[in-house]
């Protein structure tokens, strides 16, 4: 079974740092792209960094370039989200799914991990 289960998330001030963690289980991660996805209250779900399974190229959207980094670990079957100088407006839900649309509507979502960025 496909399972995908974000940790590391927390309450940090602005300014402050986190490291998010994707642990996947039921498949090998490096096998496909994975991306970090977010959803603030009130707002739809939205793309922050994507890996390549390939030459692990990333991608990064233009609100956290130079502040987040993606990485993986294809020992610990992981990919991770490290998050610098971070603001109020990084405060949301994040989630990692396959980078792939119709993969990760097949794979489903897992509830994700809480940032809260507040003095």
């Known amino acids: 079974q496909v399972q995908l289960v974000e940790s590391g998330g927390g309450l940090v001030q602005p300014g402050g740092s986190l490291r998010l963690s994707c642990a996947a289980s039921?498949?090998?991660?490096?096998?496909?792209?994975i991306g970090w996805f977010r959803q603030a209250p009130g707002k739809e779900r939205e793309g922050v960094s994507c890996?390549?399974?390939?030459?692990?190229?990333?991608y990064y959207a233009d609100s956290v370039k130079g502040r987040f980094t993606i990485s993986r670990d294809n020992a610990k079957n992981t990919v991770y989200l490290q998050m610098n100088s971070l603001k109020p407006e990084d405060t949301a839900v994040y989630y990692c799914?396959?980078?792939?649309?119709?993969?990760?509507?097949?794979w489903g979502w897992g509830q994700g991990t809480q940032v809260t960025v507040s003095s």
């Open positions: 799914n396959a980078a792939s649309p119709s993969i990760a509507t097949m």
């Open positions: 039921g498949f090998t991660l490096n096998y496909y792209a």
């Open positions: 890996i390549s399974s390939s030459d692990s190229s990333t």
